[in-house]
C-alpha cells in the first residue's frame, strides 16, 4: 500500500524545548460559527497536549451569514477551546479589500498580541492560510522579533489570481522560516512563489479515529431512513458553488432517470460569504427531486460519521480544494470515494481500490463514476485501514518537529532576526 506524502515525526528530529506557540486563524471554530476551521481546531487541539498554546482568532464585524452588522459581542473575547486560551477580537474584513484585508487584520490584531505579549512570551506564530493570516503574520514577527510559519490550506490558489495578493502572498511565504502545505500543489504553488523548496513541507491533515471508522451499515442506514434497496450518495460541505452540490443534483437525476433507485444526502451550513442553499433547492424543484434529495445542515462529526456510513458512495464534486478532510473521513468509515481531481484528492485516493477521481466540471464523467460506483462491490475494511492510516496525532507530531526546528534556527541566529537572509529559489 502507498504511503501517504512524506512522513516526519518528532522522533527524527532533534530533542529541543517545547516551544511556545500562537496560532492565528479567522476561521477558528466559534459559539456562533462552529463548523468553520474544524481542521484547524484539530490541530491545535492535538498539539495542544504536546507544548503550550494559544489561539488568536479574529472575528468579522460584518456578519455575512446574516447579512448584518454585529459591533455588540454576544460571546466573550477570551474564553476556553478545552484547556486551550482563544482570543477573539472584532476586525473590519470587507468583502472587496482584497489585499487590504491583511493589513486591516494586522492592523486589528496588533495591539491584541501585544497586550498578550506581556505575559505569554511565544515563540513562533502558527498562521493558517497564507491570505490574510499569512501576510498579517509576516507584519507581527517583523514587530515582535518572533519567527513565523504559514500553513497553505487552498483558499491561495485563488487569491494568487489576484496581482496585488499574489504580491503580497509571496512576499510573507519568502519570509516565513517553514511553510507547510496540506497538499503536494499547493507546495508547488509556493515554490513558484519563491519559496526555498527546502523550507516548504507537505503535512496533510488527519481525522480522528475515534470518530471516523466504519458504523454497523445496517444500523448507520436505519438511523438515517434510508429505504431497503435504494443506493445512498451523500455529499458534504458548505452550501457554496465551488463545492459542487449542483453538479451532484444533475448527476442524480440522470442516474434516476436511467433506473437506478438512489437517493442524495447533502449535510452543509450556509459559507461565511455565500448562501447559494436557495439555489440548490431550486434546482431541485426543477429536476421534481425533492423526494430524493435531502438538505440536512450542517451536522456533528458524530453524525457525519454514521451518515458516511451509511452511504454506498460519497462523492465531492468541487472546483478546489486543499486537502478535503471529509474525504478522508468518507474513506476512514470504509465509504468509497467519487471525487474530482482537486487539491490532495489524487494522494487520498491513489488506486481505484478507494474510488474514482474525475475531472473537475465534466459532469458526464462524474455521472458515469457514481454510476459504476453504486455497483462496484467495494472492499470496505480495504478502504476503511487506508483512510485511518493517518491521524492528528500523528500530524500534531510532525508539526511539532518543524516549530522545534523553527525556534532552534531562530536561536541560532539571534540578534540578526528578523535581518536574516531571505530564502528564496535559486535563479
Known amino acids: 500500500m502507498a504511503e501517504w506524502p512524506p512522513s516526519r515525526t518528532a522522533a527524527n528530529m532533534t530533542a529541543t524545548s517545547k516551544p511556545r506557540i500562537l496560532t492565528l486563524s479567522t476561521v477558528y471554530p466559534s459559539p456562533i460559527e462552529s463548523e468553520l476551521g474544524v481542521f484547524v481546531q484539530s490541530r491545535v487541539r492535538y498539539l495542544a497536549r504536546r507544548t503550550e498554546i494559544k489561539v488568536l482568532a479574529p472575528v468579522p464585524i460584518i456578519n455575512y451569514r446574516r447579512h448584518i452588522l454585529q459591533f455588540r459581542r454576544n460571546f466573550p473575547e477570551r474564553s476556553y477551546d478545552e484547556l486551550i486560551e482563544v482570543i477573539r477580537p472584532r476586525w473590519f474584513y470587507p468583502p472587496g479589500g482584497g489585499a487590504l484585508n491583511a493589513a486591516f487584520l494586522f492592523l486589528r490584531i496588533v495591539w491584541s498580541v501585544a497586550r498578550l505579549s506581556r505575559k505569554y512570551r511565544f515563540q513562533v506564530i502558527d498562521a493558517h492560510f497564507a491570505h490574510p493570516e499569512g501576510v498579517a503574520a509576516a507584519l507581527l514577527s517583523w514587530i515582535f522579533h518572533c519567527p513565523f510559519t504559514v500553513t497553505m490550506r487552498g483558499n491561495e490558489q485563488v487569491h494568487t489570481q489576484h496581482t496585488f495578493r499574489r504580491l503580497t502572498i509571496g512576499w510573507a511565504l519568502r519570509r516565513a522560516e517553514r511553510v507547510i502545505a496540506v497538499a503536494e500543489n499547493l507546495r508547488n504553488l509556493a515554490i513558484n512563489l519563491g519559496v526555498d523548496a527546502s ?140 471525487a474530482t481531481r482537486v487539491g490532495g ?36 475494511h480495504l478502504i476503511a485501514s487506508w483512510g485511518q492510516t493517518r491521524s492528528w496525532e500523528q500530524v500534531a507530531a510532525e508539526i511539532l518537529s518543524i516549530f522545534e526546528e523553527v525556534r532552534a534556527e531562530f536561536d541560532r541566529y539571534r540578534g540578526a532576526y528578523p535581518l536574516l537572509k531571505r530564502r528564496k529559489s535559486p535563479a
Request: proline letters at 5%; glycine letters at 6%; a negative charge.
Open 199 to 338: 523550507h516548504v513541507i507537505t503535512i496533510p491533515n488527519g481525522i480522528d479515529t475515534e470518530i471516523f471508522h466504519p458504523h454497523d451499515r445496517r444500523q448507520s442506514r436505519a438511523k438515517c431512513c434510508v429505504l431497503s434497496g435504494a443506493k445512498l450518495i451523500v455529499s458534504a460541505g458548505h452550501l457554496i458553488e465551488l463545492k459542487g452540490h449542483h453538479r451532484i443534483i444533475n448527476a442524480l437525476r440522470t442516474l434516476i432517470d436511467s433506473g437506478i433507485d438512489v437517493e442524495l444526502a447533502i449535510a452543509g451550513g450556509r459559507g461565511r460569504a455565500e448562501d447559494y442553499e436557495p439555489a440548490l433547492r431550486q434546482q431541485i424543484s426543477e429536476h421534481k427531486l425533492e423526494t430524493r434529495v435531502r438538505m440536512l445542515g450542517h451536522l456533528d462529526r458524530e453524525a457525519l460519521a454514521n451518515l458516511l456510513s451509511a452511504a454506498d458512495v460519497f462523492c465531492l464534486a468541487s472546483s478546489r480544494e486543499g486537502w478535503p478532510n471529509v474525504v478522508h473521513e468518507a474513506l476512514a468509515c470504509g465509504t468509497p470515494v467519487v
Open 345 to 380: 484528492v489524487p494522494q487520498m485516493i491513489p488506486s481505484q481500490q478507494y474510488g474514482i477521481v474525475v475531472p473537475v466540471d465534466d459532469e458526464i464523467a462524474l455521472t458515469n463514476a457514481l454510476s459504476r460506483a453504486l455497483f462496484t462491490p467495494w472492499d470496505r
